[in-house]
């Protein structure tokens, strides 16, 4: 029987119960609990062991600076020791059964499931984001991991078996695919690579090192997880990942979670000659660095490699307005801007330009900035100290050489931390802030005339992940379907102009600049690229 698959959807299935304090009362006991155990000193694990390192990091929460942990500081050794035991662990572990590990990986969704407030709560503190969101994130995880196992078995585990009847008359030898006189049983299988090197950004460190890992393990390889451990760190999410692991069974070693700076721990991953593989997500400079430097020491690794986007909404003359406004505005500032899908780049029809302007502008002034763990709250701090500047030395260029139409502020929230208000800057097309992706709550407004160079201006860049429509015309969406060089596009979406994807109904993939599998998490086409195909002929 087919696997049926459905999405967590914790929230609103509290709403639909008509339960939503309920919701609100479990998240804020998870958040004391949460609170209750910072401070403490965590290890690394390598082979299921505690190891630890000769320097500490020190984890502040962005939110307010508290110390939410004390974690080990892994080396180049760490790497090379944890890569040791996952290689060791490899030949069992690829060897079982593909039934008995999508099982254990639904198992492991059961632990997440139970677990869902503690680890969003842990999460809301670690990277600043809201109950919503968090949440949000812990069930993305859960079907990622549903997901992926349901289609290991849909697949069979990805093995295929193809038959030649017996020749009757033999062949001349050198005549190419001669048919054997004996016949042939051939299996063709996907088999795993060996050990994968995981590494994971900060802003979503639970549904994406989830999906990254299961990817890996579920399809036999195993792992050496990286969690974000510099300038922004999710060290302890990372723990509670590798702890529902161990909790459902994954064996020891297959698994390996090791907190360091991506120089060192992510970088000996990237040049060591027993990693097979990279599964990558994080900005475009980093993910491409690793590839080049691998390559051009001749290694031939699988990178799965996901990174950043610029991504554009068009909103033509002909759209809702209000529904523009309201996908945008949660595209663009919802957690902050920092997300790979958010829109950073609107290109409004120049007839509505200034009611698009006003409606987005009293929208934005609703949106509440402060501490993301009070209900209510929609921007939370930016990551880090270097996003503030980041987001400063933006906003000096817009004044500068354009016009900063809302915000561009700091706000004091009274709390340690760095908040922002949303903002909305108008620049030319050819300006640097049109083309480097920012990481932080900036939207960037322009006009056309010409639907076509609206489109053409959307498609002038680097990235090509998400990219979203506003418009009551079939023959520009017809166009806009035809001409946009993204992979997760969106036309009408009354929730999010570009972010939001949803394990199962859409694909999240990036297009061009933005990744180089061309193949997106949470489809059909994820798991094939852990794995290498093998045909094995066998004649009796
Ligand atoms: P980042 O700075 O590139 O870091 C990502 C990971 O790479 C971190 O774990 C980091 O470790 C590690 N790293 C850094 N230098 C490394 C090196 N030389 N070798 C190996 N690993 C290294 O990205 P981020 O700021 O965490 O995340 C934001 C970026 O991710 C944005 O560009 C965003 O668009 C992108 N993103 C893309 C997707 C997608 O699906 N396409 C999804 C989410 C985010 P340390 O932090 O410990 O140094």
Redo the contacts with the bound molecule.
């Keep these: 029987m087919k696997p049926e698959f459905h999405n967590e959807f914790t929230y609103k299935n509290f709403l639909e119960h008509g339960k939503d304090s309920e919701f609100d009362a479990l998240f804020d006991a998870a958040v004391s609990n949460a609170r209750r155990t910072f401070g403490a000193k965590h290890p690394m694990f390598i082979n299921g062991k505690e190891v630890y390192a000769q320097e500490l990091i020190t984890e502040r929460s962005p939110i307010d600076g508290t110390v939410i942990g004390l974690f080990q500081k892994g080396t180049r050794e760490h790497a090379r020791q944890a890569i040791h035991a996952a290689a060791t662990a490899f030949d069992s572990w690829k060897n079982t059964d593909y039934a008995e590990r999508a099982a254990l990986f639904r198992k492991v969704a059961e632990i997440f499931s139970k677990k869902k407030f503690e680890i969003g709560a842990v999460l809301s503190y670690e990277n600043g984001k809201s109950r919503y969101e968090s949440i949000g994130e812990v069930d993305e995880a859960i079907d990622f991991l549903h997901y992926y196992a349901n289609e290991l078995e849909i697949n069979k585990g990805y093995s295929r078996k193809t038959s030649q009847a017996r020749s009757t008359v033999k062949v001349d030898a050198g005549f190419q695919g001669a048919p054997s006189l004996k016949g042939e049983k051939v299996t063709i299988a996907m088999k795993p690579l060996g050990v994968f090197g995981v590494?994971?950004?900060?802003?979503?460190p639970v549904s994406?090192s989830v999906g990254m890992s299961t990817g890996a393990m579920i399809t036999g390889n195993t792992v050496v997880f990286?969690?974000?451990?510099?300038?922004?760190m999710t060290m302890l999410t990372g723990l509670k990942i590798y702890e529902c692991f161990k909790e459902a069974g994954i064996p020891q070693g297959v698994f390996n979670y090791v907190s360091g700076?991506?120089?060192e721990v992510?970088?000996e991953m990237?040049v060591s000659r027993d990693v097979a593989g990279i599964a990558?997500?994080?900005?475009?400079s980093?993910g491409v660095?690793?590839i080049t430097k691998a390559y051009s020491a001749g290694l031939q690794k699988k990178f799965i490699v996901?990174?950043?986007?610029k991504n554009p909404v068009v909103v033509s003359r002909s759209s809702d307005i209000d529904l523009a406004v309201s996908g945008i505005s949660s595209a663009a500032f919802g957690f902050c801007g920092q997300k790979?899908s958010a829109v950073s780049r609107v290109y409004v029809h120049e007839s509505i330009k200034e009611l698009f302007i006003s409606k987005l502008v009293d929208n934005m002034r609703n949106l509440n900035i402060g501490n993301p763990l009070v209900k209510g709250i929609y921007l939370g701090p930016l990551i880090s100290q270097n996003a503030l500047k980041t987001y400063t030395e933006a906003v000096e260029k817009a004044k500068g050489s354009g016009r900063v139409l809302y915000g561009g502020n700091k706000v004091d929230t009274g709390l340690n931390g760095a908040y922002v208000e949303p903002t909305l800057i108008e620049v030319r097309s050819d300006h640097e802030l049109v083309k480097k992706?920012l990481?932080v709550p900036i939207l960037i407004v322009q006009g056309f005339k010409d639907f076509s160079d609206a489109l053409r201006q959307a498609n002038d860049t680097e990235y090509g992940?998400t990219a979203g429509l506003y418009s009551k015309k079939g023959a520009e969406i017809k166009e806009f379907i035809n001409k946009i060089q993204a992979g997760t596009v969106y036309i009408n979406r009354e929730t999010s102009a570009t972010t939001g994807a949803i394990v199962g109904l859409h694909t999240?993939v990036?297009w061009k600049g933005?990744?180089v599998g061309g193949k997106g998490s949470g489809s059909k086409f994820y798991l094939q690229q852990f794995m290498r195909e093998q045909s094995i002929s066998l004649t009796k």
């Design positions: 590494i994971a950004p900060f802003n979503f994406i990286k969690p974000s451990s510099s300038d922004s700076p991506g120089s992510g970088d990237v990558f997500t994080g900005s475009r980093v660095g690793m996901e990174m950043g986007g790979c992706e990481f992940l999240f990036g933005s990744s």
